[in-house]
């Protein structure tokens, strides 16, 4: 078990008062609060060691250099890699995403190729593949889902045939919740001889990663969902799949040697680091997995499975003003949980919910497609971390209620279309 009470100190930002109401914070899938050690980490490698890293031969830029390749050891650790050296740290899942289909996508493909996708990807996993498809005359295929949010595997087995080299995938959807069975997703891959790419942006900040065990071929994440500083991600890469990867940002940092006619890439991970790196992000992001090592990631997820297994029991409360989108059982599926009002917009309750100082995110969630398959504009979605407490949950139904009662005068508010296209 955790010690909510013991981590929450831990976390300046929640004594925040937000409208004179203590905040509660419900968006952490779209990033994390960040406790002090992480903070501190980053001041203290500003404050005694900055430096650019792989350059200098004077201490600061050694102290720097092995802060920096430690840092990689620690993320290696976290999700059991099987060594430091498959680790490239980059900005986010995005920019993650972004490196393995160009990078391997531009190498690897050929017409004709098939290339499969679900229909919960986020945009920053979809997106790439669909550039580089369009480069390569690739075919690309989406995975359907069922109704009650779960990938559809039946589906799945029938996209995948002898053409696919790529399968993509979410471990856990930001919207719907749903945590993807990995291994017969890479089972079903794997037969046909297809690389997997698992975008572990909602997973790896919630659960226990193991890349080795899954078996999949390349993991993505991001540092600021996992409590770590923005503008940090990890590509996790099986060390035969990086090697078959050409360089795709390339400069600084990633060579050996370079003459007018040449280049000797770098050895792994800094072929694919190119130029100066986020050091303190990367410093900070491993204090970060430090920190929720120390917790315990089965700790976490257990954390998450009782908060939404108590959020379903008094959604109950509800009854028909609440929808509620994605699996029902918290075994299947993570701490985000999507929902609607009824006869209410959903900026309109976000909005509202924020006048209590909840921080919610409302819209597409970066993932439009899911969205038009479920037939809907858009959600509310609240979602948990390690700081969160079933007191929480209660405001939360409170605010809900007291929404819902002031339904009549709410429904007619303009609702401005702010950005949900991100
Ligand atoms: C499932 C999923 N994939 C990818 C991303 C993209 O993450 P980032 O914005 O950190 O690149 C997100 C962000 O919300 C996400 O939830």
């Known amino acids: 078990m955790i010690n909510v009470e013991e981590i929450r100190k831990d976390f300046p930002i929640l004594q925040r008062r937000i409208r004179g109401r203590r905040l509660v914070y419900f968006d ?3 990033t994390t609060q960040k406790p002090i050690q992480v903070i501190n980490a980053i001041v203290e490698y500003y404050s005694k060691h900055n430096a650019n890293v792989h350059r200098g031969l004077h201490t600061l830029s050694q102290e720097a250099s092995e802060m920096y390749e430690e840092a990689h050891e620690v993320i290696a650790k976290f999700i059991n890699a099987y060594s430091w050296d498959e680790v490239i740290f980059c900005f986010n899942t995005t920019d993650a995403m972004n490196i393995v289909a160009y990078a391997w996508g531009f190498k690897n493909l050929r017409e ?13 996993t979809m997106l790439p593949w669909r550039n580089v498809a369009k480069f390569k005359k690739a075919v690309i295929k989406y995975v359907d889902i069922t109704d009650d949010g779960y990938l559809n595997y039946e589906d799945l087995a029938q996209k995948i045939t002898e053409k696919t080299k790529v399968v993509v995938f979410p471990i856990m959807s930001n919207v719907v919740g749903t945590i993807n069975d990995a291994k017969k997703i890479v089972k079903l891959a794997h037969e ?17 990663t193991d890349v080795r065990d899954m078996g999949i071929d390349f993991l993505g994440f991001s540092g600021h969902k996992m409590l770590g500083p923005t503008g940090t991600g990890v590509l996790w890469g ?23 006619e040449d280049v000797i890439w770098h050895d792994l991970p800094w072929r694919f680091e190119a130029g ?6 990367g410093i900070g992001l491993a204090e970060a997995a ?3 090592m120390r917790i315990g990631m089965d700790n976490v997820r257990q954390h998450e499975k009782e908060l939404v297994e108590y959020t379903f029991k ?4 509800l009854g028909e003003d609440i929808t509620i989108y994605g699996p029902r059982n918290p075994e299947d599926r993570g701490g985000v949980i999507s929902f609607n009002i009824k006869d209410l917009h959903h900026h309109t309750v976000g909005r509202a919910l924020d006048l209590f100082g909840i921080a919610v995110r409302t819209g597409m969630h970066c993932a439009h497609p899911l969205h038009y398959r479920l037939g809907i504009k858009g959600t509310v979605r609240a979602s948990y971390y390690i700081y969160n407490t079933r007191e929480e949950i209660d405001y939360l139904i409170e605010a809900l209620k007291q ?11 303009p609702v401005e279309e702010v950005c949900t296209g991100t």
């Open 276 to 281: 100066t790196p986020n050091i303190a992000g």
């Open 112 to 124: 004709g190729d098939e290339i499969v996708l679900t229909v919960m990807d986020h945009h920053s």
């Open 192 to 208: 046909v001889d297809a690389i997997v790419v698992a975008d572990g942006a909602q997973s790896v900040p919630h659960m226990p």
């Open 28 to 30: 952490n899938a779209a």
């Open 238 to 260: 099986r060390r035969d799949r990086l090697e078959e990867m050409m360089p795709f940002k390339v400069g600084g940092d990633t060579i050996k040697d370079v003459t007018l």
């Open 314 to 317: 008094r959604f109950e409360e």
């Open 290 to 292: 430090k920190y929720l």
């Open 403 to 413: 929404i819902i009662m002031l339904r009549e005068a709410l429904k007619h508010q």
